[in-house]
């Protein structure tokens, strides 16, 4: 069976915490997690709703296959509308939270309304209550898992915290569970302070809860899908050796990598912030930035990062807090701290990330942010006494000094707090402004590679390379390699990639398995774990339904075909330097071909006949 | 001619110890040499040649015998690695 078939319905303006068990004909239709959690949101909230209102949920939901066997089987999501984008946001993080849940016995806690007061959620096995969290607002996502555990006695509590980010209302505030994995896009975090939600705080030993369907076979098949992860030179060797954070040179080389504020397309600093850089030894101290590499619950691949700054380092010198062993760069968050203001400053880096996980904001966003706000700084639109310091591109006194005050909610760092677009607008530059649907890209350029930029466009959580990750192809040749410039074939590669992705997040797993599992391996899991009917094709068709279901709400949302562009610099501006020099992204191109392909009219919007199809 | 070789992740460990923060070495080659040629002249192992790049476009494994390098091209090579 897999689920546990609980949901947990938080009533935060009551007060109230009722049980009720899950839908299992919407699990037969959407499996789990974004997909299940999205059908239960579009369900009950209407699309307009005004993100920060008490009308607008939050789920927390984990997918089948998490607390299972199956590797990287410990993923948990938020669904929420998300308020820098104004579409639904779903955001999934890893960690221990989510299985911890799972143990709990619950499949989805859905919180509607919004506390009087600060409040924070334990769940002890089946037992739910609301706690008085008045001690712990205004406290750091660390300082509150630290006081939760020492409070009920329990240092196995699992806690899912806002820092200071999300109670103050950055929009692009995060969710951060067990100390640095986080539900980071779109603004999760905030939503969840605007309903005075603290933290979710649980401890499961209910690990017979959610018996599988055929525990044999669940094991044969996680087995065989383990080793298949294991033998893969990306899963196996790649990933655990360097992390995501590798890609830095090799897009770099590419000629994709957006550079302060995406002026550019290759930072000449990227070697200073790289993968390979954290394994080199700091002159200062002698010792490497990287400490070791971690993993998250039930995973094999071990790609996190680890990193231990530099105690002498300006930042951190007289801050014994941020001396140990933490959360280290990820590729993304390397980038936005460092490619895409300018600063190539990898102990600098290291900091304003660990600032992120104990504040709980976006790295990708604020960081993209601060390049938009250092090139209207650059066009002196931004001045010295507005911002309250100098803002050149390639500071990193600037940068992490935003950093701090987004943190805290002071001075500049309010503005930054809003996010690239409405800064931008704000300065009357709203084309300065990379993002899509207000979301900030990460770190492809869809100049670089044009089937990224389509899938930024199309994304339905806005700007994001998790949605449907082209740079396989485009990039890495997986599955197959594709011409990075070439515009055939991409939109159909890319509904496949934003398909399978949905059943990936909608079954408990991370993507990152993708590297080496196709849908044979995932298949025969889900298989074994659900009861019903699980063929490779239907669950190729409940991917698709999931993203036409984020499709139809986004459209009731008031979101149009205008909203599946890039920004003006990416259509005209050609790319400066290296392998792509003279480029920019053929969208105009590749779109139509998407809508056609999704089964959508010339103006995005789903058929009557896809609708029929999808069920939707 | 002179090309330049770059090596990432572990193989960066192939290169001097002076040339592997910026990844890089010049080499002389022969003309006509193909990045194959530069690969085993170098002891590369072929499996950890996944990613291929002259002057950062991709080179298919099935064209690293073929593909002929030229002068001041820079040939950059990666072991399995991923991201995202």
């Given at each position: 069976m897999a689920w546990t078939r609980n949901v947990l319905r938080v009533n935060l303006s009551a007060g109230t915490c009722t049980p009720e068990p899950l839908n299992m004909t919407w699990a037969q239709d959407y499996l789990g997690q974004r997909g299940l959690a999205t059908k239960y949101f579009v369900s009950e909230v209407d699309p307009k709703v005004d993100p920060f209102a008490p009308e607008n949920e939050l789920i927390f939901v984990t997918g089948p296959l998490?607390?299972?066997?199956?590797?990287?089987g410990g993923r948990y999501s938020v669904v929420t509308k998300g308020?820098?984008?104004?579409?639904?946001?779903?955001?999934?993080?890893?960690?221990?939270?989510?299985?911890?849940?799972?143990?709990?016995?619950?499949?989805m806690l859905i919180f509607e309304g919004a506390s009087p007061k600060p409040v924070y959620l334990l769940l002890i096995d089946g037992k739910a209550e609301l706690v008085d969290a008045g001690s712990l607002w205004g406290k750091t996502v660390w300082e509150t898992e630290e006081e939760?555990?020492?409070?009920?006695?329990?240092?196995?509590?699992?806690?899912?915290?806002?820092?200071?980010?999300?109670?103050?209302?950055?929009?692009?505030?995060g969710i951060v569970n067990d100390l640095h994995r986080a539900a980071g896009r779109s603004g999760v975090g905030a939503v969840m302070g605007s309903k005075n939600l603290k933290a979710v705080a649980v401890r499961g030993t209910r690990t017979d809860s959610y018996p599988l369907a055929n525990p044999k076979a669940f094991l044969a098949a996680t087995e065989a899908a383990k080793k298949v992860l294991a033998a893969n030179g990306v899963t196996g060797q790649g990933l655990p050796t360097y992390g995501t954070q590798v890609l830095m040179n090799v897009i770099n080389e590419l000629g994709a990598l957006p550079t302060r504020n995406h002026r550019d397309i290759q930072f000449e600093g990227a070697g200073d912030i790289s993968g390979e850089a954290m394994h080199r030894k700091r002159p200062t101290d002698g010792k490497a930035n990287l400490v070791t590499n971690g993993a998250c619950f039930g995973c094999t691949i071990a790609c996190g990062r680890i990193s231990r700054m530099d105690p002498g380092h300006f930042t951190v010198k007289d801050k014994p807090q941020y001396q140990g062993a933490s959360g280290g760069v990820e590729y993304e968050a390397a980038w936005a701290l460092g490619a895409a203001n300018g600063v190539n400053d990898l102990e600098a880096l290291t900091y304003a990330n660990f600032l992120c996980n104990e504040h709980g904001f976006d790295p990708i966003s604020f960081g993209a942010t601060v390049g938009a706000a250092m090139e209207l700084y650059d066009l002196g639109i931004l001045t010295k006494d507005e911002v309250g310091f100098e803002l050149p591109f390639g500071s990193t006194e600037a940068m992490v000094k935003l950093a701090e005050l987004t943190a805290r909610g002071e001075g500049f760092g309010k503005e930054i707090g809003m996010g690239s677009r409405r800064l931008c607008a704000k300065y009357g530059r709203p084309d300065l402004s990379m993002t899509v649907k207000g979301q900030e890209f990460p770190a492809y350029d869809g100049r670089g590679l044009q089937g990224m930029g389509l899938a930024y466009a199309t994304s339905n959580r806005g700007a994001c390379h998790l949605r449907g990750y082209m740079v396989s192809p485009e990039v890495l040749g997986i599955p197959v390699k594709m011409d990075p410039q070439a515009t055939e074939g991409k939109a159909a590669m890319l509904k496949a990639f934003q398909d399978l992705t949905a059943v990936v997040d909608s079954a408990g797993i991370c993507l990152f398995t993708t590297f080496a599992w196709g849908l044979a391996d995932i298949q025969p899991q889900i298989q074994a774990a659900c009861e019903g009917d699980w063929s490779p094709e239907r669950l190729l068709l409940v991917g698709e339904r999931i993203w036409n279901m984020e499709r139809e709400f986004n459209l009731a949302a008031g979101l149009t075909k205008k909203d599946d562009c890039l920004p003006p610099r990416l259509m005209k501006e050609?790319?400066?330097?290296?392998?792509?020099?003279?480029?920019?992204?053929?969208?105009d191109v590749m779109l139509p071909e998407y809508y056609e392909v999704r089964g959508w009219t010339a103006e995005g919007v789903p058929t009557a006949?896809?609708?029929?199809?999808?069920g939707v | 001619m002179r090309i330049a070789l770059k090596l990432f992740a572990s193989l960066t460990e192939r290169l001097p110890p002076e040339a592997r923060a910026r990844h890089r070495v010049e080499l002389e080659v022969e003309e006509g040499a193909t990045v194959l040629d530069v690969i085993r002249r170098e002891g590369i192992p072929e499996a950890q040649c996944f990613l291929v790049l002259v002057d950062g476009a991709w080179v298919a494994p099935q064209d690293r015998a073929t593909r002929v390098l030229s002068e001041d091209q820079a040939l950059a090579i990666w072991p399995p690695v991923a991201g995202g």
């Open positions: 998490t607390g299972t066997m199956a590797s990287t308020p820098l984008t104004g579409a639904i946001a779903c955001s999934n993080s890893g960690g221990y939270f989510g299985a911890e849940l799972k143990f709990a016995g619950w499949d939760i555990k020492k409070v009920h006695q329990d240092p196995q509590i699992r806690v899912a915290a806002i820092g200071r980010a999300g109670e103050i209302g950055v929009l692009y505030a050609e790319a400066k330097t290296g392998p792509q020099k003279g480029a920019v992204s053929k969208l006949g896809t609708r029929a199809r999808l | -």
